[in-house]
């Protein structure tokens, strides 16, 4: 079997299991269960954490050679070596790229901005979770509620950082550098994108202008053309004098 046939077979699977891991991950951040629930709701993430893992190692075993394979997908192993990084598979479920590239005639800068907005949001979401989840009950900490750990994650991913919400413990810390770092990479994005199509749209206009000026230049010396010949079927070159018309 090869890479590109275990990726077909395993797709929607993975991404359902995806959609169970973000909702089973929220529901603990935020109703902290207890008890039997709890137990289940841990059972199930570790489901899906193995269901990702035998994915990778399948398809790890599959490439040739394996490692250039490995280094091409170092983020593949990210997401299933960190667990706060395994949701990010949801981002297949993403409808609106099959809407956007039909619409725009799958123009990459379309792909490019549907999957930055959906990774901008998703990475908002889970950073938030993953921070009230790390920072809630330690000593002398302030992000304590979702909507503090949302407002931390905002101010953040968009390099504003207000500092009236800071992590205290160091997963809190690395949380932190993770959704800097992610930020940086989705706003040189989304402007390495807008600059690409400013960049298109004069190209373009230039273009029309020069196609403009060509189709003048070629008119006038059609006329010019024209008028030299009427001018020569009027001129009598033995009298050296031009006929009336």
Do not use: C
Not at 45 to 64: E, H, I, K, M
Not at 70 to 82: D, K, N, P, T, W
């Amino acid at each position: 079997m090869s890479e590109d046939r275990w990726k077909q077979l395993t797709d929607w699977p993975l991404t359902a299991a995806a959609v169970v891991f973000l909702g089973v991950y929220t529901w603990i951040v935020l109703a902290q269960p207890g008890g039997t629930a709890a137990r289940i709701g841990d059972a199930v993430l570790w489901g899906t954490w193995l269901a990702f893992a035998l994915d990778y190692a399948v398809r790890w075993y599959l490439g040739r050679p394996r490692w250039r394979w490995f280094v091409r997908h170092l983020y593949e192993f990210a997401i299933v070596a960190l667990p706060m990084l395994r949701p990010l598979r949801v981002l297949r479920l993403l409808t609106m790229v099959g809407v956007l590239q039909r619409s725009v005639g799958g123009a990459l800068r379309g792909r490019v901005i549907a999957y930055t907005a959906g990774s901008t949001l998703l990475l908002i979401f889970v950073a938030s979770l993953a921070m009230l989840d790390t920072e809630r009950h330690a000593p002398g900490a302030n992000i304590t509620t979702f909507p503090d750990a949302l407002w931390w994650s905002v101010t953040t991913v968009t390099t504003v950082g207000y500092g009236d919400y800071t992590p205290v413990t160091n997963t809190g810390r690395l949380v932190a550098l993770g959704l800097m770092l992610g930020g940086i990479a989705l706003l040189g994005v989304v402007t390495a994108t807008l600059a690409s199509w400013i960049i298109q749209r004069v190209a373009e206009e230039d273009e029309a202008s020069q196609s403009a000026t060509r189709a003048q230049v070629t008119e006038l010396t059609a006329q010019i053309a024209a008028m030299r010949t009427e001018f020569g079927a009027r001129y009598d070159p033995n009298t050296e004098r031009t006929q009336p018309p």
